[in-house]
């Protein structure tokens, strides 16, 4: 005896089970079945979270590299771009960075990026020093215009230094910020430069900046070291974010000896010879104080 059943199926009673099936999931029971992980792609993620990623670029055709452009906004990873080997050979031979960004015609904070992990050779360096002393033009910073500058430096830094002792002694907030500036700048005549990986910590000082010494939006740069494993689009649009840059003041460049695949560097310069004469006099307040400065309670 054959029965027939709905949807034109048919089953023959005599060969059918007689005793109940235990009922089984369905192919896509969701009480049944772990989620699948998945992740969007970047054409998806553009339509469900556009503002976490960056503006696209229309990109041409490959264009001749200027060796004048400083990689303003750009990822410096171009193989053929030969500035950054030759940047690593003349630090190791002994040269100041100064030295390599005039030959190169690059920014020094831009060398600063590239040779970050050279060594000096120190036999190197003495046999160019000779040289220079022997008459050789190396093009060292040397000269009356040089001194000048320097003279000019070391008196507003003096200036500044006998300004910021009240406000290290009445404003925690001035003296707090001036703390992470002495931490993590490197400050020279014509420009200062402050190393970190941590967002916060440039945004910090930035902000700290703003409030106590403005300068031109023009004249700060960032340059971000990445290790291999970092996109360098999404990086450079993360950290312009977070500081307020404009995407063209902000450069990346592959780190060479990076401790992991996920490590970033920053390296933020300030050029600014008025800021970094400044700077350079409330740190030495800061640090250094006079010897005759009166006692303030929980001061420095």
């Known amino acids: 005896m054959v029965t027939p059943l709905s949807y034109g ?34 054409r998806a993620r553009r339509e469900v979270a556009p503002q976490v990623l ?8 490959p264009a001749v ?19 950054a080997a030759r ?9 100041d960075l100064a030295d390599i960004a005039r030959q190169l ?4 904070l831009i060398v600063r990026a590239w040779v970050g992990d050279v060594a000096v050779d120190p036999e190197l360096r003495r046999r160019i020093r000779a040289g220079a002393a022997g008459g050789r033009e190396l093009s060292a910073p040397e000269g009356a215009e040089h001194d000048e500058a320097r003279a000019a430096f070391e008196l507003a830094r003096a200036a500044a230094c006998d300004e910021a002792l009240d406000n290290l002694a009445t404003d925690p907030g001035f003296a707090a910020g ?7 700048a490197d400050i020279g005549l014509h420009a200062l430069t402050v190393s970190t990986s941590r967002r916060e910590v440039l945004a910090a000082l930035l902000r700290w900046l703003a409030a106590y010494h403005p300068v031109e939006a023009g004249r700060i740069r960032l340059v971000l070291r990445l290790g ?4 360098g689009d999404l990086a450079r649009h993360a950290w312009s974010g977070a500081l307020g840059l404009p995407a063209d ?3 990346s460049t592959r780190w060479r000896a990076a401790p992991d695949d996920a490590a970033v560097e920053a390296l933020l310069r300030i050029a600014d010879p008025v800021a970094s004469a400044t700077l350079a006099g409330w740190c030495d307040a800061l640090l250094e104080p006079p010897s005759d400065l009166p006692d303030v309670p929980g001061g420095f």
């Open 9 to 42: 199926v048919v089953m023959d009673t005599k060969t059918a089970p007689s005793t109940p099936v235990a009922a089984q999931p369905a192919l896509f029971d969701a009480d049944a079945h772990e989620p699948i992980p998945y992740a969007l792609t970047a």
């Open 54 to 61: 960056p503006d696209l670029r229309v990109i041409g055709a």
């Open 65 to 83: 590299i200027d060796p004048r452009s400083h990689g303003a906004g750009e990822q410096l990873d171009d193989p053929r771009d030969t500035r």
């Open 87 to 95: 940047a690593r050979a003349l630090r190791r031979a002994g040269l």
């Open 105 to 108: 015609d690059v920014d020094e």
């Open 178 to 184: 001036l703390g992470l500036v002495a931490a993590t």
């Open 228 to 231: 291999p494993g970092v996109a």
């Open 249 to 251: 003041a902000v450069t």
